[in-house]
């Protein structure tokens, strides 16, 4: 058996941690790195060399049939029994048993004893409570008081918050992990690609409960005539040149609303999967995806380049041609976010690349796919508290509810757009740089003072280029600092006014809102995925203007005298 560098490091790392610690590892693997190849070499070694007896266990019937295929495939020698009521198999005798976690939970004492148990997609084994894999786990322990649990998975959190590796968990510790962005750089991966784009959803209204958004309001939101037809129109134009496009809904209804709308504007069906498919209908669906021959006797299997899906087409999914990607729907999940996007990272003949298209703020929500963070506090799974909102005029934290500023007054627009109209502009990995340019509508300029400090510190300038209805990029220009901030300033202003310069954030504000500075025709942006604030680099400014706003100068009648008009 040939392993991948990466894939025999990884076996190694299982038995370093199995020898070197009493607990039970985890290994994580990025999507399409081969966790049946690990899972494989562990099983030759523990019952040709060790003359063990070893049991693997996940929940669907695709990585049961990969897992026992690989195993076979690799070790022919090898013994193997399968144990799934999907599968119509029962065996229990071999040396080596690939099992449904729903076939076997509560007969573990049937089973017998064994000296290891592997767990595939580890991350669904809860962290509390009596779930299937904690019980049957607790009663083979009985059976083998010396049992030892190994876990391979591409995401080590759960769904509702929190690492999945803790001293007190089932599993306790990740003993090796190889990053989705060094796999990419080696070629092991195929690489992402996310589409720019200038519209951003406004998703805070949404609650969470459980770790997840409450499904019932990603359904009501995302399903709309005029936002599914743009997200549609936009999906189809850009993959025109791709051949093979997996598409994330949140609904039953949403998915067939999507796949009546591309199949229209594409001329080109686009079918779907959700829980209530057959399983004869799926699987011919699937297959018709992959692009795989056959048929019957009177049609050839004809080839299918959009599917829709809702919750199906994550773990357990196999199609390494997929290369678009389309998050039509939310998550708070990063593990479900990670599962959906890995559905593209396979590599495949032909293919290039996979382009992400994030209609649902997942990007700039959870942060670039390589990246992600999640901590140790999960939420209660009795309800959330919808995310905090930043009103734009006073820089106040306020409620995600909240319709007017307590604290200066302004009133937040009504939340029209449900999902992106078109695909956002973060990058889907860290570091991923995006040079993009904008036409600005108007320039927008405030006083800004930094939360927290008195009233002695040097207050910013803030300008807003709104470059669209719902978005904008920020610059802050420093008059009150010294040294090197204020030269910025003053190389700045002196670009864009004839008037003097002024000493504080207040009047250049003042001296801005009456025209006193050149209009910012164009921006060029720069965005480095994983950081906070995108980089203005270049701007397109017109004429310094020779006289001031008039009507604007009412507004400042009370203390005109003091400006350097």
């Known amino acids: 058996m040939n392993l991948r560098p990466y894939q025999a490091e990884a076996v190694q790392a299982v038995y370093n941690a199995l020898r070197a610690r009493n607990d039970n590892p985890c290994v994580v693997?990025?999507?399409?790195?081969?966790?049946?190849?690990v899972i494989a070499q562990i099983v030759s070694d523990a019952v040709s060399r060790w003359q063990?007896?070893?049991?693997?266990?996940?929940?669907?019937?695709?990585?049961?049939?990969?897992?026992?295929?690989?195993?076979?495939?690799?070790?022919?020698?090898?013994?193997?029994?399968?144990?799934?009521?999907?599968?119509?198999?029962?065996e229990k005798t071999q040396p080596c048993i690939v099992a449904g976690i729903q076939s076997v939970y509560q007969r573990a004492c049937e089973l017998g004893s064994f000296n290891l148990v592997i767990v595939d997609e580890c991350h669904l084994i809860p962290v509390a409570g009596d779930g299937m894999y904690r019980q049957f786990l607790a009663e083979a322990r009985i059976v083998n008081p010396k049992l030892r649990t190994i876990g391979?998975?591409?995401?080590?959190?759960?769904?509702?918050?929190?690492?999945?590796?803790?001293?007190?968990?089932?599993?306790?510790?990740?003993?090796?992990?190889?990053?989705?962005?060094?796999?990419?750089?080696?070629?092991?991966?195929?690489?992402?690609r996310s589409r720019a784009g200038s519209a951003r959803a406004d998703f805070s209204g949404l609650h969470v409960r459980g770790g997840e958004f409450i499904e019932g309001e990603i359904a009501e939101l995302m399903d709309t005539d005029a936002l599914v037809e743009?997200?549609?129109?936009?999906?189809?134009?850009?993959?025109?040149?791709?051949?093979?496009?997996?598409?994330?809904?949140?609904?039953?209804?949403?998915?067939?609303h999507v796949a009546r709308a591309i199949t229209r504007i594409a001329g080109q069906e686009c079918a779907i999967i959700t829980g209530e498919t057959s399983k004869n209908e799926r699987a011919e669906t699937i297959a018709r995806f992959r692009g795989d021959s056959g048929g019957d006797l009177f049609a050839e299997r004809k080839p299918l380049k959009y599917l829709a899906n809702v919750n199906v087409l994550t773990t357990g999914f196999d199609a390494p041609g997929v290369d678009c990607i389309a998050l039509l729907r939310p998550t708070a999940s990063a593990g479900l976010y990670v599962q959906m996007v890995g559905r593209g990272t396979r590599l495949a003949d032909g293919k290039k690349n996979c382009m992400v298209l994030d209609y649902g703020g997942n990007v700039l929500r959870l942060g670039p796919v390589d990246a992600i963070k999640v901590t140790d506090k999960a939420p209660s799974g009795q309800g959330g508290e919808a995310p905090a909102k930043e009103c734009p005029q006073c820089h106040e934290l306020v409620h995600a509810a909240v319709r007017?500023?307590?604290?200066?007054?302004?009133?937040?627009?009504?939340?029209?757009?449900?999902?992106?109209?078109?695909?956002?502009?973060?990058?889907?990995?860290?570091?991923?740089?995006?040079?993009?340019?904008?036409?600005?509508?108007?320039?927008?300029y405030f006083v800004h003072t930094k939360r927290g400090?008195?009233?002695?510190?040097?207050?910013?300038?803030?300008?807003?280029?709104?470059?669209?209805?719902?978005?904008?990029?920020?610059?802050?220009?420093?008059?009150?600092?010294?040294?090197?901030?204020?030269?910025r300033f003053e190389k700045w202003w002196k670009a864009r006014s004839h008037w003097d310069l002024p000493d504080s954030a207040q009047m250049a504000v003042d001296l801005a809102n009456v025209g006193a500075l050149a209009i910012t025709r164009r921006i060029t942006v720069r965005?480095?995925?994983?950081?906070?604030?995108?980089?203005?680099?270049?701007?397109d400014i017109g004429d310094k203007p020779v006289e001031l706003n008039k009507p604007a100068m009412a507004a400042v009648d009370d203390y005109a005298d003091e400006l350097p008009f």
């Open 29 to 37: 693997l990025p999507t399409g790195t081969g966790k049946s190849l």
């Open 52 to 90: 063990g007896r070893i049991l693997i266990l996940a929940h669907v019937k695709e990585l049961l049939e990969q897992n026992a295929d690989k195993i076979r495939r690799l070790c022919p020698s090898i013994e193997i029994g399968i144990y799934s009521a999907g599968l119509r198999s029962r």
């Open 152 to 192: 391979l998975t591409a995401t080590p959190y759960r769904l509702s918050g929190g690492l999945i590796c803790k001293p007190e968990n089932a599993l306790n510790s990740i003993c090796y992990e190889a990053h989705l962005k060094d796999m990419i750089a080696e070629g092991w991966l195929s690489p992402l």
């Open 230 to 256: 743009s997200a549609c129109s936009e999906i189809v134009e850009l993959t025109q040149e791709r051949k093979s496009v997996l598409v994330f809904c949140s609904s039953v209804a949403h998915a067939g």
């Open 404 to 444: 007017l500023c307590e604290a200066c007054g302004y009133e937040f627009p009504e939340p029209e757009i449900r999902h992106d109209a078109r695909a956002s502009d973060a990058s889907i990995l860290s570091g991923e740089v995006t040079v993009a340019e904008y036409e600005v509508a108007e320039a927008l």
């Open 453 to 487: 400090a008195d009233e002695n510190t040097p207050k910013t300038m803030r300008i807003e280029y709104r470059i669209s209805l719902t978005d904008s990029v920020s610059e802050w220009i420093c008059p009150e600092h010294t040294g090197w901030a204020r030269e």
């Open 527 to 539: 965005s480095v995925s994983g950081e906070k604030f995108p980089r203005i680099t270049k701007y």
